[in-house]
């Protein structure tokens, strides 16, 4: 797979219909080449919602988020095109695929799956940061 095939940009300016793409795009688990599931625990509107508005869907949604939903169950079903590390601070494994400058959040479940917490696009400077062993180690899904 390479990025030419990347998912195109969802643009609307109807927050619902970023839900409903969504909802329908992640209604079933991401089988991983690593042979792992990554889960979606989202069910209702406002859990969307805190995807892209915050926590308290107090900001307003961030268009870039939103507009790269689709971008994670590509870059989590091509293991070619991402790095894959644990963060330090909270155990966390993160997706980042360097030339999209994105990333994809996930929480390892008792299990072995994973759980979907988050994405976002980073700026190019975050490739030092991912690369610094006090913040990023290396791991096995």
Partial sequence: MS??????????????EYIDKAREEFKNPILLPENK????FYETDIDWQHLWRGKNCTQPPNK???????WV???LANKD??????RIFD????????ELCYLVV?????????????????NANF???????????????
């Fill in 91 to 98: 155990g966390n494994i993160v997706f980042f695929c360097k």
């Fill in 106 to 122: 996930c929480q390892r479940l008792k299990r072995g799956d994973l759980k979907f917490i988050t994405q976002y696009v980073k």
């Fill in 3 to 16: 990025l030419l095939e990347t998912p195109p940009l969802l643009i609307s300016d109807d927050e619902q």
């Fill in 127 to 141: 490739e030092k940061e991912f690369n610094d062993p006090s913040q990023y180690q290396d791991c096995i899904i």
């Fill in 73 to 75: 169950k590509f870059i």
């Fill in 37 to 40: 599931k990554v889960l979606f």
């Fill in 64 to 70: 870039l988020r939103m507009q790269r939903i689709l």
């Fill in 81 to 86: 095109i991402r790095v894959v590390k644990q």
